[in-house]
């Protein structure tokens, strides 16, 4: 019966760990502005908004869970006052935690 019982309880952990996210990056918008639009994906694969109809207020935070084991990412965020920040590679295993305001000094602005 016990080994019923532990055969039940490691398939059911291993059940939880093959549903966990791959990854997770917090994207935390303290740049001051309204994030309108955030994309990411691994190097050289298409994204969609991971924001959908939603936006990021200044001083709030997102948790995603990124579908990949990929460290090197593609990130590009737009902003209500028409500034878009693109990072590529972002090495979310590095940096699990997306500040907007430090990488706007260091990310490629466009226009």
Do not use: W
Not at 17 to 40: H, K, M, S, W
Not at 91 to 111: I, M, N, Y
């Amino acid at each position: 019966m016990r080994g019923a019982v532990l055969s039940l309880s490691l398939l059911a952990l291993a059940t939880v760990a093959a549903a966990a996210p791959e990854r997770r990056l917090t994207v935390v918008n303290d740049a001051g502005v309204r994030l309108q639009a955030f994309y990411i994906a691994p190097l050289d694969q298409d994204s969609e908004d991971a924001l959908g109809e939603n936006v990021l207020q200044p001083g709030a935070a997102l948790t995603l869970d990124l579908a990949s084991t990929a460290c090197l990412y593609e990130v590009r965020a737009d902003f209500a006052d028409g500034r878009i920040l693109v990072l590529a590679p972002y090495d979310a295993c590095k940096e699990p935690e997306l500040r907007l305001s430090t990488v706007l000094s260091r990310g490629r602005e466009q226009r």
